[in-house]
């Protein structure tokens, strides 16, 4: 992880780059959860391409707002929380971190994560969802901080618990298969895998192909609990996860739980090329204000 040398990473550091990085892939991320909303059988690129002929390219970055929002709560949580049992539970022991421990960190970072993050994912599934259901169902919230308070105005604070357990489950098991670099997970097994066995160096092909694997790893063991947090958040009225999975299996059958996982595998991929060489730089900046004498003042 950036940070493991020099100064020690800035608690907001990892939320940081993966609000930045949201913006570019955005467009994917919207298309996922509206494919989980909707019980269509039409391909991802058909559904990018029939949203931005019916309401313009730029309405694939409604619901940016609270990408951003999202980001800025669940994955300045996950990255700060795991730095800080990571570096306690070291502190401790006296020794490197093993796997074991390294997994068990990034496991509890991620469910703390997803707790903390959860009402920021009911708007965000909900602006993303919205231009997908007919014109009486929609929400229409004219942004991620209008839309909070209208949910706890006009449905109560229990609305930002739905989909809870589900999105838990979910990060959990994103934060195992993303664990930060040059630690543990998919992400790190398949870089270090890639630098013993081939000539290449540590550097943004290594990243993308290590990112490619994890990417593919998180996508599969998510998405189960990925569709069944979408649907429970974006409906209007609480539905339980048994009725989702019902409900499901009776209309579409058991693929359901696979459905969007297209877009998602393509949107988590460059998010974490993006993320983490982001947060590399952010580090080096970081890294550079920390050496730098401050200037006497008169």
């Not at 990034?106 to 909900?126: C, D, F, K, S």
Request: aromatic letters at 6%; hydrophobic letters at 45%; charged letters at 20%.
């Amino acid at each position: 992880m950036a940070g493991q040398k020099g100064t020690k990473q800035p608690f907001w550091l990892g939320g940081a780059a993966a609000s930045m990085a949201v913006c570019f892939t955005h467009p994917l991320d919207l298309t996922k959860y509206r494919m989980q909303v909707l019980q269509t059988r039409a391909p991802m690129l058909s559904t990018l391409y029939n949203f931005a002929l019916r309401d313009g390219i730029p309405s694939l970055w409604s619901g940016l707002s609270a990408s951003i929002l999202r980001q800025s709560t669940y994955s300045t949580a996950r990255f700060g929380l795991y730095s800080i049992l990571s570096r306690q539970v070291q502190q401790r022991s006296g020794t490197k971190l093993s796997t074991a421990s390294t997994v068990a960190c990034a496991g509890v970072a991620g469910g703390l994560a997803g707790m903390v993050g959860n009402p920021t994912e009911v708007i965000l599934v909900r602006m993303c969802a919205d231009a997908a259901k007919p014109s009486a169902e929609r929400f229409r919230y004219s942004d991620a901080v209008t839309g909070l308070y209208r949910i706890g105005k006009e449905e109560g604070i229990r609305v930002f618990g739905r989909g809870l357990s589900a999105n838990i489950v979910r990060s959990v098991l994103m934060s195992k298969a993303s664990c930060p670099p040059r630690v543990c997970g998919e992400y790190a097994a398949a870089k270090r895998a890639i630098l013993a066995k081939t000539k290449l160096k540590d550097d943004i092909r290594t990243h993308a192909l290590a990112s490619l694997f994890a990417g593919t790893v998180a996508t599969t063991a998510c998405a189960p609990a990925d569709v069944l947090k979408s649907r429970i958040q974006s409906a209007a009225k609480g539905a339980s996860v048994m009725q989702v999975v019902r409900e499901g299996l009776s209309r579409e059958g058991p693929m359901f739980l696979m459905k969007g996982w297209t877009p998602a595998w393509l949107r988590l991929t460059p998010h974490t090329v993006l993320t983490f060489v982001i947060m590399e730089k952010l580090q080096e900046l970081v890294n550079l204000a920390a050496s730098t004498p401050a200037r006497a003042t008169v």
